[in-house]
């Protein structure tokens, strides 16, 4: 199995469509402008993953895409698999090269080896595992962000209360009148 970048997109554009749709469909330009993926490219790779059965398109206004299966039912290795079609004469329908081609041939078992491996972690981690990971993540970021921000607001209120700390001195009077009163003791 090789992970190409439109793979790699492709697992992307997906996470980011589960931990968005809520049972609505999400729409391919919202989701090229949140993940930085050009349109057509994403266009390109929700095609090949409605025919494998992972999405499930909706016409018309309010439009967009669902998955077509739960996100615990979806694994990483069946995202890659369908928007990764080998192109590779070489390379077997996984992207394992094969033992009959001339590269194929000193190293076949390695990279088989290599391959069934990528492909079992792939299988083990589903869309929803990573939409979970992806709310830890977001949380640690707004819980770190808010600190950050209570830290900055508590350094400008402590510079104001050091600032008052200082004025007024001690003895010194701090009116009109109390200078008046002062002024008639000595």
């Known amino acids: 199995m090789r992970l190409t970048t439109r793979g790699k997109m492709a697992v992307t554009a997906i996470t980011d469509l589960a ?5 609505h469909p999400v729409a391919l330009p919202s989701i090229s402008a949140r993940q930085g993926i050009s349109l057509s490219y994403l ?3 929700f ?10 398109s909706i016409r018309g206004p309010g439009g967009g895409y669902t998955l077509a299966r739960p996100a615990s039912d979806v694994s990483i290795a069946d995202i890659v698999k369908a928007s990764d079609r080998v192109m590779n004469a070489e390379a077997d329908e996984n992207g394992n090269l094969r033992e009959d081609s001339p590269s194929g041939k000193m190293t076949a078992e390695l990279w088989t080896n290599f391959h069934s491996r990528v492909l079992d972690y792939l299988q083990s981690v589903t869309v929803a595992d990573l939409v979970a990971q992806q709310s830890v993540v977001q949380s640690a970021e707004r819980t770190r962000d808010s600190a950050t921000r ?5 350094k400008r ?3 104001r209360t050091s600032a008052r700390t200082q004025f007024p ?5 701090n009116s009109v009148f109390a200078l008046a009163a002062v002024g008639l003791r000595s």
């Open 169 to 173: 001195a001690q003895n010194v009077p």
């Open 47 to 56: 095609s090949a993953l409605r025919r494998a059965g992972l999405v499930r």
């Open 157 to 159: 209120l402590k510079g």
């Open 150 to 154: 209570l830290g900055s607001a508590v």
């Open 19 to 23: 931990s968005r749709s809520h049972g």
């Open 43 to 45: 266009e390109d790779i």
